[in-house]
């Protein structure tokens, strides 16, 4: 890939910007499980798909690339990405992660690490005190996800990679949010890059993908062993769904971030609204270290209603958005975490981490942000007549 270029440009002209066998500007999907061996003693560079497909590899190279990573790696899903890279771990090692991880994450440390004697404790990555006071001997991993899901705290990932490096643990982070177009955590100090490649990256909402990218000789090694021994890859199909929704991904998230913005000051001078969690405003707690690290807020914001009764009111009216688990798609997705992303996560956990009954999350997509304030406009005017009828019927 030619660093010279920006990585609008990088994102269309690298190493698979044409097949060098036949000219075809298009990766050629290698539908194939197994691999003829000329000669069994020389066996060539594929011999099973699980271990290594060229259209795997052209994904890997290009992710690697764009996070300024030396390996990327591809799995079935963000899950599978992230569940192997914990495969890391051993028994009795512990890892200090962020309290409010999406629902996935939480569920695999807390239910399924666990039940391997791998321990944990969640904190409040923004305070470094925290973090620092959370580490252990045997403390192995120090695990980011910012902007967090769903109420966009941010962690500032230098501190945290320093902390870490200084203590001999790792750094985590999952870049779901902000794909490499706007956050490049190897470049502050991060060791391993996970993404949910349905999301953003993907773009379309019609593949399930995960991403890992490192660029630690060594971590490199170990995810190669255990990408195949776990056996959880991205099917060659997929990969290449996951390579052409990345040649968009540039422009896709410049559109949707700029709406989003629209959509949230929107939303935050609504009286119908109790707060808007968006990192691109400046009273966030954590813009200037979101402004310092990245190169945007993001298409992503969480707006609280007052409860439950709010949010069925709401989504009973609104017609744009699809009402859906998910993210960072063409279309703009509106999603109620505490039933959707969040289900995994125990009431009274998801209530200390702020995910009320009230709260959704939004993705905005690439409809015009004027037209998704007048839908909002009318699903929070019907919510307030909603209550005046029923402080009407109540009086
Ligand atoms: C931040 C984040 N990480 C990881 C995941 C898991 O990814 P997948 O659904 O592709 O397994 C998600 C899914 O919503 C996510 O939002």
New binding site residues.
């Given amino acids: 890939m030619t660093e010279s270029h920006t990585f609008q440009t990088r994102l269309l002209h690298n190493k698979h910007k044409f097949d060098s066998q036949t000219g075809a500007v298009s990766v050629p999907i290698q539908q194939a499980s197994t691999f003829h061996q000329a000669d069994f003693d020389n066996p060539g560079i594929y011999d099973y798909s699980r271990s290594g497909n060229p259209t795997r590899d052209a994904l890997e190279e290009t992710i690697a690339g764009l996070e300024g990573g030396s390996r990327g790696f591809a799995f079935a899903?963000?899950?599978?990405?992230?569940s192997t890279s914990f495969m890391l771990l051993s028994k009795g090692d512990h890892v200090v992660i962020s309290e409010d991880?999406?629902?996935?994450?939480f569920r695999m440390i807390h239910d399924v690490l666990y039940r391997f004697g791998i321990d944990h404790t969640f904190v409040d990555m923004t305070d470094l005190h925290e973090v620092a006071t959370a580490i252990q001997p045997n403390t192995k991993v120090l695990y980011i996800?910012t902007p967090?899901?769903p109420l966009l705290n941010i962690t500032d990932i230098q501190a945290v990679s320093k902390l870490a490096k200084a203590n001999d643990c790792l750094t985590f982070v999952?870049n779901?949010?902000m794909t490499p177009a706007l956050q490049r955590p190897l470049e502050l100090g991060a060791d391993l890059v996970?993404?949910?490649?349905?999301?953003f990256i993907a773009g379309h909402s019609d593949v399930?993908?995960?991403l890992a990218v490192t660029n630690h000789p060594e971590l490199s090694d170990q995810l190669s062993f255990l990408q195949n021994s776990f056996g959880s890859i991205l099917g060659a199909h997929d990969c290449w769904l996951v390579l052409r929704g990345l040649k968009t991904l540039d422009c896709r998230l410049k559109q949707s971030s700029e709406s989003a913005y629209k959509v949230a000051t929107y939303l935050h001078g609504h009286p119908q609204v109790e707060e808007v969690y968006y990192p691109g405003f400046s009273s966030h707690p954590g813009a200037s270290t979101h402004a310092y690290q990245s190169k945007g807020a993001g298409a992503v914001l969480s707006f609280r209603l007052k409860d439950e009764a709010e949010v069925r009111s709401f989504s009973q009216k609104i017609e744009l958005p699809v009402f859906a688990?998910?993210?960072g798609a063409v279309e703009s997705i509106l999603s109620y975490p505490a039933k959707m992303?969040h289900a995994a996560m125990p009431e009274e956990e998801r209530l200390k981490r702020g995910i009320t009954d009230g709260l959704l999350r939004l993705s905005v997509g690439l409809e015009n942000p004027d037209d998704l304030i007048k839908d909002f406009e009318t699903g929070l005017a019907y919510v307030k007549a909603r209550n005046n009828l029923s402080s009407v019927q109540s009086g």
């Fill in positions: 899903s963000g899950m599978a990405a992230i991880v999406y629902g996935g994450t996800e967090s899901n999952d779901t949010f996970l993404h949910s490649a349905t999301k399930v993908a995960g688990v998910s993210l992303s």
